[in-house]
Structures are given as C-alpha cells and as structure tokens.
C-alpha cells in the first residue's frame, strides 16, 4: 500500500476513528486503526463491534492495500507530524513507513484480514433529515439517558419515525426528554429503534453545520448514519422501550411562564452551595409574579428570584439542579412554559408555543424548615 494525502485530512480522521476503536480487547486487531487505499481513496475505521466511525479522505493512490496500525501509536505520530503532505507506505511484511517533511516513523501493522468489517445496514428504513433537526434530537435526549445497566433499554433514545415525522424520546426514571422534529424524507409506515444513549452523543459530534442533509439507514440490528466523508454505525439495543406516554401528567393546576436563561442562572446561583454527598434540592417556589428558587445546606444559603408569570396556585417544589438545568439548557429558547399539578408530581418543561419539546423533572423529597 503506498499513497499520498494531506496531513490535517488523515489527522482528522484517525481522531474520529479512535472514538471507536477498543483499547482494551481480546481481538488484537480491534484496538487498531484499519487504513485502506481503495478506488483513488483512503478510508480510516475505527470499531469495537459495538460502534464504528469510518472516514473518506483525498489521497493520491499508488498503490492499492489495507492494513491495521496501532491505535495510540499513529494517532500520536501524526498528530505531532508537521503540515504538509503526508507519504505512507506499506511493505509485504506490513510495515509502516509514514513521512512528512523532514520526519520519518514506522510501526508494525497487522493483517487486515483480521478486522472485522463494518455491518450492512439496510432493510428497515431510510430517514432524511436536516443537521437542525439530529442536533436538536441528540441535544434535547441524550443527556436524560440512565447511566447504569440497571434497566439496559433506559440506556438509549427511542426514535419512532413515519412519513415527515420523527419522535426521540429518553428517559432514566427521574427525568425524560422528548423531541419532536420534521423529516426531509422517512418511512410509510411507522418504525421504532432504541440507539444507544453513548451512540447518540457520538453521531451529536460528528455532524456539521454545513450539513445540508443527513441519512440514518436502519436494519433490525444497526443504525447508519452518513454524512459526506463520514459513515457511523451502531448496534441497536433490543428490548421494548418504557410506556413513556402513560408518564406525561394528563392535567394540570399550575402554568408559569419563565424566561429561560434567567432561570438558568438564577438555580446556578442556588447551586454553589449544593453539597455533593447529600445532594441537597433546589427548592422552587412558584408566585404570580415570580419564582424563588432557594437552596440550603452545611456548607450555606442561597435565597433568589426571577420574574415571571404563574397561572393557578402556588406551589414549592424541590428538584436536582442538574436534571432541571439540563432540561433547560437543552430548551435553546427565550422563554419556557413550566407546569404542574401538585409539590410531588413530575414538573413538565415546554415551549412557549408548538410542541418541539418536552422535558419533565420528577421532584424530590426534602424537608421544610
């Protein structure tokens, strides 16, 4: 294998591959990096038979082969090459010859026979979509995903797609997310996945604002996500997903109407005296014309305050800065709408108008002074 390409376009590209590569893996071959010169272009993969990031680069080909190097090794040897071009060159006994300017390095590479490919996702469905509307899918439901095996399925994001369609929805039993969005192309017939939560903040970092349309191919077992040069896949997770709908409160009592940022910083203000191993509340409090937000504990007191607009009674209730921070940071609007039935129902946070989003905040227990 001998070919010629830029150092910042391989260097890219052996950094996406490492997100998938596994370090530590009883197949030698898959704690490497596979490097193929293949039809007037070089593909990077990285995969750990649970996720896998393959990369197209521009590359002048001389000749034509594929071999596996150490993962570490050459994203640490190109990375500290300097720019320029790049010559990589593969000898009979696989061993590498990378160089750059004044520098030479090599290693020793592996048989590519012995990697696996990447599987063939096709069958189920196909999704178009535009970069706004997965951002907005993997920003307003990945980070409600449980972190435990506990429940494996609570593990990843529901999405349930058909015709112009396409609902995501994650939950860990304190918190759900859920994000509506419009699809450029998707299924007659409607189609449910669970992708792992870790997958969906993979695919969050590797698409671009320049994208002007995205694909997810679907198959019973795997998700394929292309955009341009790059193809993600992952390996889905079986099981039913919870009935989150029966979790969503029918009714209720108490709208308040709140300007997200200043909310955001106002429990932030509250939150520096959280002590981390008791994990004490932020106590809300909500008025007609505002909201208290509060937080005591051994290591001091916050007492603040936002304006806003309530509608039915009044009511205080505790919540986990992070869950309600992370519901509201994810909102990316001016104002919310929060609502709620009582002090120990789950509070709902929702756009001022439409139904974009959803996010709900199971309360939590405290005492009162």
């Known amino acids: 294998m001998k070919f010629t390409c830029e150092k910042s376009a391989l260097s890219e590209a052996v950094m996406s591959a490492m997100r998938a590569v596994s370090l530590k893996s009883t197949i030698e071959a898959l704690e490497g990096i596979l490097v193929a ?150 299924p007659a017939e409607q189609v449910s996945v669970v992708v792992p939560g870790k997958s969906m903040s993979e695919i969050g970092k590797i698409i671009r604002e320049t994208d002007e349309e995205l694909t997810l191919d679907l198959s019973d077992k795997h998700l394929r996500m292309s955009r341009g040069n790059v193809t993600f896949v992952c390996r889905l997770l079986e099981g039913d997903f919870i009935n989150y709908e029966s979790v969503i409160p029918a009714e209720t009592s108490t709208e308040t109407v709140v300007d997200t940022a200043l909310l955001i910083d106002s429990i932030e203000r509250a939150s520096v005296v959280i002590n981390e191993k008791m994990r004490s509340p932020i106590i809300l409090r909500f008025e007609e014309t505002g909201v208290g937000v509060s937080c005591v504990s051994s290591l001091g007191k916050v007492i603040d305050r936002v304006h806003a607009v309530t509608k039915g009674p009044e009511l205080e209730l505790g919540v986990n800065n992070r869950y309600i921070l992370d519901a509201l940071k994810a909102c990316e609007t001016q104002g919310v709408r929060v609502c709620m039935q009582s002090s120990l129902s789950p509070m709902m946070i929702l756009p001022l108008e439409g139904d974009d989003f959803l996010f709900i905040v199971v309360p939590m227990r405290y005492k009162t002074e």
């Open 37 to 186: 010169a293949e039809n007037g272009a070089v593909s990077v993969t990285g995969y750990d038979l649970e996720s896998g990031i393959c990369t197209t680069i521009e590359a002048a080909v001389e000749q034509e082969g594929r071999v596996v190097l150490g993962a570490r090794t050459l994203s640490e040897m190109v990375r500290k090459l300097p720019e320029g071009d790049v010559s990589v060159y593969t000898d009979d006994k696989l061993v590498t010859q990378i160089r750059c300017g004044l520098s030479e390095s090599s290693l020793m590479g592996i048989d590519a026979g012995e990697y696996p490919d990447l599987p063939q996702v096709q069958g189920k469905a196909t999704l178009k979509l535009s970069f706004e509307a997965l951002r907005n899918i993997v920003r307003r439901t990945a980070f409600a995903v449980a972190v435990t095996d506990a429940r494996p399925i609570l593990t990843g994001v529901l999405l349930t797609a058909r015709g112009d369609g396409i609902t995501a929805v994650a939950g860990d039993g304190f918190r759900l997310g859920l994000a509506r969005e419009k699809l450029l192309g998707g």
